[in-house]
C-alpha cells in the first residue's frame, strides 16, 4: 500500500479507493504501523507546534502559549488517544455488526475506523495557527461521508437498509469518545494551570 495514494485517494475518491481496501489483504498491526500512526502524527505534532510556539490568543488573559514540555506532552497525548479512540472506535464497530446484519470482521472494522479519519488526520495539519484548528473539523464532517461511503461498499457485508442506522449509530460512538478524551486533555491542561501567558 502506498500510503500518499491511499490518503489521497481516500478523500478525492473514497467511493472507488473503499472497493480497492474491501479487497486488500492486511493486518491490523500494519493498519496502524503502516498508516494510522504516521497520520495521526499530523495533528500531534501541529498542535505541539501551535500550543507551544505559535500559542494563541485567549479573551481576559491576552497571548497564551504553553512551555515546550507541556506542548510536547500535549503533542504526545493527543498522539496516543488519538490511536486509543481509533482503535476503540474499530473495535465497537466490529461488536455492533451483528446489530445490523453485518458481518463481524475485526479487520474491515478497523479499516472503517482507519481510514475514515484520512480528512481529520491531514486536515490536523491547520492546528499550526491554532485558530483555524477548528476548519479541520469541517474535515471530520467529510470524514463522516468517507465512513458512510465505507459502509455502503460494503465493508462489513451491511445490508443497504441498515447502513444508516449503523452510520449513525457508529457516529455516536465515536463522538462520546472524543468527547471523553477531548474532556481529559482539557483537564490536563487547563489554561491557568500549566503554560505561561504573554
Known amino acids: 500500500m502506498n500510503l500518499v495514494a491511499r490518503a489521497q485517494n481516500m478523500i478525492l475518491k473514497p467511493k472507488e479507493e473503499w472497493h480497492a481496501v474491501k479487497e486488500e489483504k492486511t493486518t491490523i498491526a ?58 476503540a472506535f474499530g473495535i465497537l464497530i466490529n461488536a455492533l455488526a451483528p446489530t445490523f446484519s453485518s458481518k463481524a470482521d475485526a479487520t474491515s472494522a478497523m479499516k472503517l475506523a482507519i481510514y475514515s479519519m484520512t480528512p481529520a488526520w491531514i486536515a490536523g495539519v491547520l492546528y499550526i495557527i491554532p485558530f483555524l484548528g477548528f476548519l479541520a473539523l469541517f474535515a471530520g464532517l467529510y470524514g463522516l461521508y468517507v465512513l458512510y461511503l465505507g459502509f455502503a461498499t460494503p465493508m462489513m457485508d451491511t445490508p443497504k437498509d441498515k447502513v444508516p442506522g449503523f452510520l449513525i449509530v457508529s457516529i455516536v460512538v465515536y463522538i462520546v469518545i472524543m468527547v471523553i478524551i477531548m474532556v481529559i486533555l482539557g483537564a490536563i491542561f487547563a489554561v491557568g494551570s500549566v503554560g505561561r501567558v504573554f
Open 30 to 87: 500494519q493498519l496502524f504501523t503502516s498508516y494510522a500512526v504516521i497520520l495521526a502524527a499530523i495533528p500531534a505534532v501541529a498542535q505541539f507546534i501551535g500550543m507551544g510556539l505559535v500559542g494563541r490568543r485567549v479573551p481576559f488573559i491576552g497571548w497564551y502559549r504553553y512551555g515546550i514540555g507541556t506542548a510536547f506532552l500535549y503533542g504526545l497525548l493527543y498522539f496516543i488517544f488519538s490511536l486509543a479512540a481509533v482503535y
